[in-house]
């Protein structure tokens, strides 16, 4: 599977082997129990993060694996967001601190 990213003017195809998808679940569990606890967004602190206010999350944590080039960080990062948001296949993700920008599509 591929989730099409788009950061500022870059586009990058962001690979998501199955196994990502297929074992990955533990490591989005994790992700999902820190988010719990409520999560700073851009100047907002959010007390408890919904489905897309996660994967919005996920996704700002998505723009620093890919550009810190850790491809196995972020193919679990996009495995999250497509295992939360099953329908999308693109993500637009705002670079400009209010990660509630991102868009989903």
């Known amino acids: 599977m591929k989730l099409k990213v788009v950061i500022e003017d870059q586009t990058y195809t962001i690979r998501i082997p199955t196994p990502v998808l297929e074992e990955g679940e533990e490591f989005f569990q994790r992700m999902e ?43 679990l990062l996009a495995g999250y967001i497509v295992s939360r948001m099953p329908n999308v296949k693109e993500v637009y993700i705002a670079t400009d601190g209010e990660p509630m920008e991102t868009d989903f599509r």
Do not use: F, H, Y
């Open 33 to 75: 129990k820190d988010m719990q606890a409520g999560w700073q967004m851009g100047r907002e602190w959010v007390e408890a993060p919904d489905n897309v206010q996660r994967c919005q999350i996920a996704a700002d944590r998505l723009a620093d694996a890919v550009s810190l080039e850790n491809e196995t960080l972020a193919s």
